[in-house]
């Protein structure tokens, strides 16, 4: 209490790097105004040093941070801080099984604005977290399930697969299935197939696949796809 005050001055007063860095120290402290000198800082601040915010953050335990990270994430400035965002919630990943929060994220990836490989980014990130979605999130991928861009479809689909959407689990591995049909002798559509498996959890399948596609390479010069999926 007796610091607050001139921290707040130095905030006040301060510029770029030293100005995230009183701020930092405010919420440490536990601010009263944390809220809105959060909210004024997200809208003002150069973006690399929201970057700087963002990463500080994660490291504070006040209940007023995710909130105003949530807020955040429905403005226009979320499309270009996609990168710090994720790496936010990545370290507070709690937060991933928040619908408020995760629904964010969501919508902020479905923006035409949000790069599209931003957009497979914090896909991916929900993937690797294990998030499931459902209701209302998953309803807000019905844009991205038939994108034009590939990548950012095959990221939705391996999203959906995880929770257990049959739809998206059988247009991931049709393609798939039909090459190992017609080509049960090639060592490469296992492989491939493998990775679809991993992607979507279910290890055993691609464990199978990546034997299988090791087993046909009969002493050929192997890339070592298969070798390190089974790793």
Do not use: W
């Given at each position: 209490?007796?610091?607050?005050?001139?921290?707040?001055?130095?905030?006040?007063?301060?510029?770029?790097?030293?100005?995230?860095?009183a701020?930092?120290?405010?919420?440490?402290l536990?601010?009263?105004?944390?809220?809105?000198?959060?909210?004024?800082?997200?809208?003002?601040?150069?973006?690399?040093?929201?970057?700087?915010?963002?990463?500080?953050?994660?490291?504070?335990?006040?209940?007023?941070v995710?909130?105003?990270?949530?807020?955040?994430?429905?403005?226009?400035?979320?499309?270009?801080?996609?990168?710090?965002?994720?790496?936010?919630?990545s370290?507070?990943?709690?937060?991933?099984?928040?619908?408020?929060?995760?629904?964010?994220?969501?919508?902020?990836?479905?923006?035409?604005?949000?790069?599209?490989?931003?957009?497979?980014?914090?896909?991916?990130?929900?993937?690797?977290?294990?998030?499931?979605?459902?209701?209302?999130?998953?309803?807000?991928?019905?844009?991205?399930?038939?994108?034009?861009q590939?990548k950012?479809?095959?990221?939705?689909?391996?999203?959906?697969?995880?929770?257990?959407?049959?739809?998206?689990?059988?247009?991931?591995?049709?393609?798939?299935?039909?090459?190992?049909?017609?080509?049960?002798?090639?060592?490469?559509?296992?492989?491939?197939?493998?990775?679809?498996?991993?992607?979507?959890?279910?290890?055993?399948?691609?464990?199978?696949?990546?034997?299988?596609?090791?087993?046909?390479?009969?002493?050929?010069?192997?890339?070592?796809?298969?070798?390190?999926?089974?790793?």
């Open positions: 209490e007796r610091v607050m005050d001139g921290v707040r001055t130095v905030h006040a007063e301060a510029q770029a790097g030293v100005r995230t860095a701020l930092l120290a405010l919420a440490q536990g601010s009263p105004d944390l809220s809105e000198l959060l909210a004024a800082d997200f809208a003002q601040v150069e973006i690399v040093h929201i970057g700087s915010l963002l990463k500080g953050l994660a490291q504070v335990e006040r209940k007023e995710p909130s105003c990270v949530s807020q955040l994430l429905a403005t226009e400035r979320a499309t270009t801080l996609v990168a710090p965002l994720l790496d936010y919630y370290a507070s990943s709690k937060l991933f099984n928040d619908e408020e929060h995760l629904l964010a994220l969501i919508q902020l990836a479905c923006q035409p604005a949000t790069d599209g490989s931003d957009a497979v980014k914090i896909l991916d990130t929900l993937s690797e977290f294990d998030v499931t979605v459902k209701g209302a999130t998953k309803r807000a991928l019905d844009a991205l399930r038939e994108s034009s590939l950012l479809r095959e990221s939705t689909l391996v999203l959906l697969a995880r929770s257990k959407d049959k739809g998206a689990r059988r247009s991931l591995l049709q393609a798939f299935d039909e090459r190992v049909k017609y080509s049960p002798a090639s060592s490469s559509v296992y492989s491939q197939r493998g990775d679809v498996y991993y992607l979507i959890a279910e290890y055993q399948k691609a464990i199978k696949d990546y034997k299988t596609a090791i087993s046909l390479q009969r002493g050929l010069a192997s890339k070592g796809g298969a070798h390190l999926g089974i790793a």
